[in-house]
Nanobody, 125 residues
Framework: QVQLVESGGGSVEAGGSLTLSCTASEYSKYQCMGWVRQAPGQSREAVAAILTDDGIYYADSVRNRFTISRDGAKNTVYLQMNSLKPEDTGTYYC????????????????????WGQGTQVTVSS
């Protein structure tokens, strides 16, 4: 399994921005990297995932507000979060997998085999 370390969570007011970072111990261009969040009392929700620069998934709830990107040279994936809403509050997990079929990465899966420790994002109204 890949080791993942997240950073960048925090507390902001609604309308604010945060950038999350996740550095992986290994990198492969075939590796699906994603962000999954979990609010208290709710199940995990896939927020965004990236396989290639053209292969990106966004949940409808974050589309046009969040941007996922990756830097292969740094083994790092980023999640730029703008126009944050109180409903974006939760623990954000970085996740990784090497799917047999790349489409797996682009359909909102949460069944990754490698997970980070999670970083808290709190958005106040």
């Amino acid at each position: 399994q890949v080791q993942l370390v997240e950073s960048g969570g925090g507390s902001v007011e609604a309308g604010g921005s945060l950038t999350l970072s996740c550095t992986a111990s290994e990198y492969s261009k075939y590796q699906c990297m994603g962000w999954v969040r979990q609010a208290p009392g709710q199940s995990r929700e896939a927020v965004a995932a990236i396989l290639t620069d053209d292969g990106i998934y966004y949940a409808d709830s974050v589309r046009n507000r969040f941007t996922i990107s990756r830097d292969g040279a740094k083994n790092t994936v980023y999640l730029q979060m703008n126009s944050l809403k109180p409903e974006d509050t939760g623990t954000y997990y970085c996740a990784a997998d090497l799917p047999f079929d790349g489409v797996w990465c682009l359909v909102g899966n949460t069944r990754y085999n490698s997970w980070g420790q999670g970083t808290q994002v709190t958005v106040s109204s």
